[in-house]
């Protein structure tokens, strides 16, 4: 007995090796860890049960029958992040670069299946090649199976990946379909054709940096949700998302200790928005100064800035939000901060988290860039999103909300459930300048006649009020009550049942 438990240990000793210690080190050098010290960083200690050790490839082609490494480039299995079951798979670079074999993607699929089966997360941790290139379709083959499960599994498990190395051709389509993507800055890229490809065929010199790095994913892009600075810092922020998010689209959110008390009023707020109504001020500090402990975790903080979006708590429960955001484009909405929220949106009504919506917007960014670039499509997509949400929506108009983007940001007419304004909401059809001008274009002549008007226009409508008679506003608030009433708005939604008629499913515009 003794050497068989010897024997086995031998295996696995060999099996943590991976390609062995000279790639382990080379791995290191271009600092980033192997794939078992990322999990070991990843899950709670000592937590990780490991599947499938030993299995190896079964390609005989290119002299490969002679090259095999127990576990075939991936690490995979299950454990807890703060006590909550996830399963992992991480690349594992230092065996034939991380690249996917038939063997490797069943590996994978086993743990795609189980975590559909159990309603776990599921975490993939990304460093290869792609398609292993001397097992040719039969990798092909093993990719499709894990694209197809990414799908089935999507708005039924949370799915999410880290790129933390190169990530090529079928590397990064199982990516892109998770719910989200974040990259290591300097040592991770993703791209379908690498630079050597893309200068073959259209004679562009590209480094990879330049083609697929964080930066590029994260602000131009927006492929990827966020980047940090090295491996341990991601893994880190990882088990901070985690804690944010429910196992699956059943269960609800979780629900963690909170020492902040619901009804804490902050009297700054009511002098957050300045008199100058246009003046930028930060809408983040709103957010901050509402969740639990200032906790907030943002979601695509780089790109289409003029919207945020992001995670944080109230009573301990997860809580979405979408804000516009004065200080950049004036908080306008355009193509970009669009497709951002929709997403966004998308997310938290699959898995059920309720969305508080901080409304600040002048419009639709009008030009031909914008119309070009889809605006119409790209803005329908968030209009949809927020109409077809069924989870709690609590919305706060705290200054502008003009136009198309008011009936757009969860105003009572597409769902919301609960409106409040700030004493500063103005709600209109557009501001008083642009108004006049159109109204009263006859006596444009006239410069007293125009400022008696605007001022008109301005005392009936850049006001909460005229909102709040119809009841399209349930209520002007004061500011530094703002976290007490939506504390408690959402504490009343907590049994909001909502039903769509039955369908196959809609027809968003992508
Ligand atoms: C087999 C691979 C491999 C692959 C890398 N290796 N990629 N083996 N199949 N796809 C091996 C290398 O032979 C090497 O083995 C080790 O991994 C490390 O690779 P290096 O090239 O030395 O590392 P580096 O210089 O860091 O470059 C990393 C890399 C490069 C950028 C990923 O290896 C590369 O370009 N690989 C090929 C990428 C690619 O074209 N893949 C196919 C995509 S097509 P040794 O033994 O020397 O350590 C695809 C189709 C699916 O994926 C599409 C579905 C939609």
New binding site residues.
């Given amino acids: 007995m003794k050497e068989i438990l010897e024997e086995l240990e031998n295996r696995r000793g060999v099996a943590r090796l991976g ?1 062995g210690e000279k ?1 382990i080190d080379a791995q290191h050098a271009r600092g980033k860890l192997t794939a078992r010290e990322r999990i070991e960083l990843l899950l709670d200690r000592g937590s990780f049960e490991e599947f499938d050790t030993f299995v190896q490839h079964r390609c005989i082609d290119f002299g490969m029958e002679t090259q095999k490494i127990p576990g075939d480039g991936v690490v995979t299995g299950w454990g807890t992040v703060n006590g909550r079951q996830v399963f992992v798979f991480a690349k594992d ?1 230092t065996v ?5 074999s038939e063997a490797h993607a069943q590996k994978i699929i086993k743990i795609q299946d189980l975590a559909l089966k159990t309603r776990a997360p599921i975490i993939g941790l990304f460093d ?7 097992e040719g379709v039969a ?2 083959g093993g ?2 199976e894990v ?1 197809k499960r990414n799908v089935i599994a999507s708005g039924v498990i949370p799915q999410i990946s880290l790129i933390m190395g ?1 990530c ?4 990064v ?1 199982s990516p892109a379909m998770t719910d989200f993507i974040f990259m290591v800055r300097d040592t991770s890229y993703m791209f379908v054709t ?1 630079p ?1 490809v893309v200068k073959t065929v259209t004679n562009e010199t590209v480094t ?1 940096e330049e083609l697929g790095g964080a930066k590029v994913h994260t602000t131009k892009s927006s492929v990827a949700d966020g980047a940090y600075e090295n491996d341990v810092e991601m893994l880190l922020q990882t088990r901070r998302l985690i804690d944010f998010l429910p196992l699956n689209n059943k269960v609800g959110v979780p629900e963690w200790p909170s020492f902040d008390e619901p009804d804490r009023i902050d009297e700054s707020l009511d002098t957050l928005v300045p008199d100058n109504p246009n003046k930028p001020y930060d809408i983040k500090e709103l957010i901050l100064k509402t969740v639990d402990e200032g906790d907030f975790f943002e979601i695509q903080a780089a790109y289409a800035r003029n919207i945020v979006t992001g995670f944080g708590r109230i009573e301990g429960r997860t809580v979405g939000f979408v804000a516009n955001q004065p200080m950049v484009l004036a908080g306008v909405l355009d193509a970009d901060a669009s497709r951002k929220a929709a997403r966004f949106v998308r997310f938290c009504d699959a898995f059920e988290i309720p969305i508080v919506t901080f409304v600040d917007v002048p419009g639709f960014l009008p030009g031909t860039a914008q119309e070009y670039g889809g605006l119409i499509k790209h803005g329908a997509k968030l209009l949809f999103a927020y109409s077809q949400a069924t989870v709690p929506l609590v919305t706060v108009i705290t200054r502008k909300a003009f136009g198309g983007a008011y009936d757009v940001m969860a105003s009572k007419h597409v769902g919301g459930d609960v409106n409040y304004a700030w004493p500063t909401a103005q709600i209109a059809v557009m501001g008083a300048k642009g108004a006049v001008e159109i109204i009263f274009r006859a006596d444009m002549g006239d410069p007293d006649k125009i400022a008696a008007q605007t001022r008109n226009y301005e005392e009936r409508f850049l006001s909460p009020f005229v909102a709040a008679e119809r009841g399209y506003i349930d209520e002007v608030i004061k500011p530094h009550s703002t976290r007490r009433r939506i504390a408690r708005a959402l504490a009343m939604l907590r049994s909001k049942q909502q039903e769509l008629p039955a369908k196959k499913h809609d027809n968003l515009p992508l």
Avoid: E, N, T
């Avoid at 034939?96 to 996917?100: A, E, M, N, V, Y």
């Avoid at 090529?168 to 590397?171: E, F, P």
């Fill in positions: 390609g790639r670079f034939f670069g991380g690249s996917l290869a090649g792609g398609a292993r290139i001397q990798a092909l990719y499709g694209f190169p090529a051709g079928g590397d389509y690498g050597d990879a």
